[in-house]
């Protein structure tokens, strides 16, 4: 019940409509240690004009009140009508500080001080958005483990102008996080030597020169002919030297060669480590964990698929890491 409660009073769970629009009934606002201390001034200092019968400590007294109750009205408004739309985070590795964008909209003339963003038991982000402007906030999220990591729900707070009262609101976006093993560094192991090298995904032997090509986004930098390229640099894209015959040789980042490394994690980062390793390199690799492989090839897309599916391995059918 108590937890009903709160997800009632705090409108917590997932916002489906875009963009979140701060209404007042989503706006929670209550004085702070300095507003009460603020207040509790005022109280002594009303007792000693009655006491003492002074018409200007009354004034004085209900001046300061009105001023209260005015930094209370702009505290609010600070947040009211603030529009909230999620961005999308780049995948981190594990130990790494995941960053949430969120864009914010601001259609009224004043300009928002002093935003604060943060989940729970991270660092917050301060930002603050200009008159009938937007502006874009990056929420730090300190990872542990790999996987698919959802932060859970944001705590948005203010106590502009005084800091006397603090105006809080929990925004829940549907935010995610791809968050890769943490590397392990280790030398490449050995590649695999293939017969015909010319029938494995069209990438051609090494030992005789066949011609010319237009380069494919797999095609090492190496093989460019940039002599052929500078002729006519306007009429020709990239070029590179096609080759035919001979061996070759593929390089298979296998789950086996893992065996003594130590767990699964471990084994994962490990592969990891190669995956990077390989791709500085800009050599050719595939990729084999049980129950999954992927084919040797290069490139950043290549790259990112072999780098998720470490991620995500074991992970399939399981719920994703959930919000401290």
């Known amino acids: 019940m ?7 009073l705090f409108r917590l769970g997932r916002d489906e409509q875009l963009p979140i629009v701060l209404t007042q009934r989503r706006i929670f606002i209550l004085p702070t240690a300095a507003g009460m201390t603020y207040a509790a ?15 200007l400590g009354h004034a004085l ?28 985070a780049a995948p981190v590795f594990a130990g790494e500080t995941a960053r949430f964008p969120l864009h914010l909209a601001n259609s009224r003339r004043d300009r928002r001080c ?23 906030v990056a929420i730090p999220y ?14 948005l707070e203010a106590r502009y102008p005084l800091g006397f009262f603090r105006a809080w609101s929990y925004p829940h976006p549907v935010l995610h996080c791809l968050v890769y093993p943490k590397p392990e560094p280790r030398p490449l192991p050995p590649p695999t030597p293939i017969a015909d090298p010319g029938l494995a995904r069209g990438t051609g032997g090494q030992e005789d020169f066949a011609g010319l090509r237009l380069r494919q986004p797999a095609d090492s930098p ?9 002729r006519n640099v306007e009429a020709y894209p990239l070029l590179v030297k096609h080759f035919a015959g001979g061996a070759g040789e593929e390089l298979w980042l296998d789950w086996e060669r893992t065996a003594g490394e130590g767990d699964a994690e471990i084994r994962l980062s490990v592969l990891t480590g190669w995956v990077l390793a390989a791709d500085a390199a800009q050599i050719a690799y595939g990729l084999v964990l049980p129950g999954q492989s992927i084919l040797p090839d290069c ?14 391995y074991g992970h399939e059918t399981d719920a994703p890491e959930a919000g401290r």
Request: charged fraction near 15%.
């Open 2 to 8: 108590l937890d009903k409660l709160r997800r009632w």
């Open 41 to 55: 001034v005022l109280g002594v200092m009303l007792i000693g004009a009655i006491n003492y019968n002074l018409s």
């Open 61 to 88: 007294v209900f001046l300061l009140a009105g001023l209260g109750l005015v930094t209370m009205v702009h505290t609010f408004r600070n947040l009211a009508g603030l529009a909230i739309m999620p961005g999308r």
């Open 114 to 136: 002093a935003l604060t963003f943060r989940f729970a038991g991270n660092a917050t982000a301060a930002v603050s958005v200009p008159a009938e402007g937007t502006t874009q």
């Open 142 to 155: 300190a990872t542990e483990r790999r996987g698919r990591l959802e932060p859970g729900r944001i705590t």
């Open 222 to 230: 190496r093989h460019i002919a940039w002599k052929a390229v500078a």
């Open 299 to 312: 490139g950043t897309a290549h790259r990112d698929a072999c780098l998720e599916a470490l991620a995500l």
